[in-house]
């Protein structure tokens, strides 16, 4: 228990001292694109790989209780507030991003939803570039066909993820090393729960 809690910190400290200034820059552009994405929607759609030996470390370690083990592999629930403390302290580094999710919510990026929305509905929106009331109107309607593309678009790859055939393909050596590269604990510090931080605040005081 001890180990595990040491582990944890030691995580956590190396995430939040890891500079970005001196980061590469494809580091810095996964940073970009994660950020757009939000660490919420990523940490819903981390699987857990053939790794997990079933510990419960990330059950013991969420502070929302939004984590619970079904057989031997661990769930997450709508309370996930992606502090991703799960991920720091699971002792198999066992969370990992499916390459499909990261792929598929970049794609998503380029697609027209404004365009489709419009049509659908046959909303009465000129299209008119140099106006401003068609430019912000294109990015809301935008955001909403993104947001609800990407809740579908998530749903379906945590279904494929639990399949036995995805997880034979995650354990294939270069996809578990991609994962490793585009893990989100490289770019994202966990969030400390509330009593954790007036603990460190504290600590700092009497130092």
């Not at 929607?41 to 209780?65: M, W, Y």
């Not at 309370?79 to 066992?94: E, F, N, S």
């Amino acid at each position: 228990m001890r180990n595990s809690k040491e582990r944890l910190q030691r995580y956590i400290l190396e995430s939040q001292t890891r500079p970005m200034n001196g980061a590469s820059r494809g580091l810095k552009i996964l940073a970009f694109m994660y950020k757009l994405i939000g660490r919420k929607t990523i940490a819903h759609s981390l699987v857990c790989s053939g790794r997990c030996d079933g510990c419960s470390a990330c059950v013991r370690a969420c502070p929302n209780k939004a984590i619970s083990l079904k057989g031997s592999a661990p769930v997450r629930s709508r309370h996930c507030r992606g502090c991703l403390l799960c991920v720091y302290a699971c002792p198999k580094r066992a969370f990992e991003i499916p390459v499909l999710a990261l792929v598929g919510a970049c794609v998503l990026l380029f697609l027209p939803f404004d365009d489709w929305i419009i049509r659908l509905f046959s909303l009465n929106i000129p299209k008119d570039y140099h106006s401003a009331k068609y430019a912000i109107s294109s990015l809301v309607l935008w955001g909403i066909g993104y947001a609800i593309a990407l809740f579908v678009f998530e749903a379906l790859v945590m279904l494929l993820s639990r399949t036995a055939l995805f997880k034979r393909l995650g354990e294939i050596p270069w996809v578990h090393r991609l994962r490793e590269k585009i893990n989100p604990v490289r770019v994202f510090p966990a969030i400390l729960p509330p009593s954790a931080n007036a603990a460190r605040i504290r600590e700092k005081r009497n130092s």
